[in-house]
């Protein structure tokens, strides 16, 4: 039989803003339960929400990047349930116009791109936090009615590698737009997934969803194992017992476990939330926030790939927006690509990661390091100095004007240059045959020999040009 899974994903993430999505209380992680809460998250009796601007408009401004139709009108349903973790006893949500429809976007996956159909995105709040204990179960409502964005896709994927580079990829739009900071280990994203098997060119076979995947490799997880699940119940004629339904994975024991029969839209009895008046929305403000959107990675990886960049190169250099700033501005001082993209990947980003920085925050800025190439480039400094030079800047935040000030007593004396290349071509007769024999890489033994000698301050141009003289001359 050859099976071929279908897969949707439902994938919820936490935005940023100062509040919450419809009261006064701090959008904000805290390490310690129940400290930022109102009397509108716990639903105590007299209070009405009030909708949070700035969250409206970054769902617009995501809404806009997914290629979405924008409703005229924006409005709010109640999705009536009844959970510990839902005070009011009703979530508000959006059902009957999310805030984008019918989008579509295209991701990089491979060596090419996958295009993937979007049903929709919707403004909803988030549910408070359940910690089950052996004997009790405790609530933190600092997560009530944090803003949250879900995100459904049609049942377009077909594997899970291409779920990964799905969802990889829109959580960078998150980060680079700055709409979610998408920290995964702090559950600011959580996925629902539903998968079906059926035979190939035959329609989609009963959906199953598995509910709250809390990290992208158990997502991963997920999938291997409800795929496994269905494909043996039908391999063995036991089509009919793959039933809609809503399960969960059970880590320990590697397969996903029925939670409860797969609850349709009627049961929750949707309805317009009252509290909340439909509010029109302004084109212009669309419109504005349109024109605001940056250039996503997927833009920014096919321009350096143009520049000839690796794979490898691009794929760090986009991972975060401020990175492929720092790149991008490089760049504009006109700064060579791959030479730029070595001493990111480099030297920057591993003090970056060793002291767990911003590329914000660090000494060597892009004009900084402009000035320092610029030295290396002129011969005023060796590569090794210029490494030193990038490192005391970093570290101990001085300037590179500083620090090339105290390495300009480099020797460029070609009478004392001209004098140590002698010496050092006479005390090393096998290596000079060894050069006028072939070796030509054996120049870079002299030249390490000077700067050994001079520690390092020798003018590497004259030097070359000097050892380059004698060499050629022994050899004629």
């Known amino acids: 039989m050859n099976l071929i ?22 959008n904000t992680y805290s390490k310690h339960s129940n400290n930022h809460v109102s009397a509108l998250d716990i639903a105590l009796p007299g209070t009405l929400p009030v909708v949070n601007l700035e969250c409206v408009k970054k769902a617009i401004l995501m809404s806009s990047i997914l290629n979405c139709e924008i409703p005229e009108m924006l409005y709010f349903d109640r999705k009536n349930y009844y959970y510990p973790d839902l005070p009011k006893g009703y979530q508000i949500t959006q059902s009957h116009a999310p805030i984008g429809i019918n989008g579509k976007i295209e991701i990089p996956y491979k060596e ?20 089950h204990l052996m004997e009790e179960s405790l609530i933190n409502y600092n997560r009530a009615g944090v803003p949250l964005l879900e995100l ?3 049942p377009v994927f077909h594997s899970k590698e291409e779920v990964l580079a799905f969802l990889e990829y829109i959580r960078k739009i998150y980060q680079y737009t700055d709409i979610s900071d998408a920290d ?22 009963t959906k199953v969803e598995i509910k709250g995947v809390n990290s992208f490799s158990n997502i991963l997880l997920v999938i291997d194992a409800e795929i496994a699940r269905q494909k043996e119940l039908i ?30 839209a009627i049961d929750y009895k949707y309805f317009v939330e009252p509290n909340i008046p439909k509010i029109k929305l302004d084109k212009t403000m669309i419109e504005q926030i349109k024109n605001s959107i940056i250039e996503l990675p997927l833009s920014r990886m096919n321009r350096y790939k143009e520049l000839g960049l690796s794979k490898e190169d691009i794929m760090i250099l986009t991972k975060e927006r401020n990175i492929s700033d720092y790149f991008d501005e ?48 002129e011969g005023t ?42 010496n050092i071509i006479a005390e090393n007769p096998t290596q000079v045959e060894a050069y006028h024999n072939g070796r030509t ?27 380059a003289k004698y060499l050629n001359k022994e050899e004629e």
């Open 112 to 131: 090419s791109t996958l295009k993937i159909a979007i049903h929709d995105i919707h403004l909803e709040e988030d549910t408070a936090k359940i910690e």
């Open 184 to 205: 995964v280990k702090r559950g600011q994203v959580r996925c629902d997934v539903n998968i079906s098997v059926a035979l190939e060119n035959e329609p989609l076979g």
């Open 5 to 26: 899974p279908t897969i949707g994903i439902e994938m919820h993430c936490e935005m940023k803003s100062n509040s919450k999505v419809f009261s006064t209380s701090a």
């Open 441 to 467: 890489n054996l120049f870079n033994f002299f030249v390490g020999a000077v700067m050994k000698e001079t520690k390092g301050q020798a003018n590497p141009v004259l030097t070359k040009e000097i050892i």
């Open 381 to 422: 400094i060796s590569n090794k100095q210029a490494k030193e030079i990038a490192s005391i800047v970093l570290n101990e935040h001085k300037s590179v004007s500083e620090c090339l000030e105290k390495e300009n007593n480099q020797i460029s004396d070609d009478k004392l240059l001209d004098e140590i290349v002698q």
């Open 330 to 377: 490089c760049l504009k001082l006109g700064r060579d690509a791959k030479k730029i993209s070595n001493w990111i990947t480099g030297i920057i980003l591993s003090y970056i990661k060793k002291e767990d920085v911003s590329i914000l925050d660090i000494s060597l800025t892009p004009k900084e390091l402009n000035l320092l190439l610029t030295s290396l480039e």
């Open 235 to 264: 391999e063995n004629g036991k089509k009919e017992e793959i039933k809609q339904e809503t399960r969960r994975f059970d880590e320990s024991l590697g397969t996903t476990v029925r939670m409860r029969s797969k609850i349709d």
């Open 152 to 154: 459904v896709t049609e």
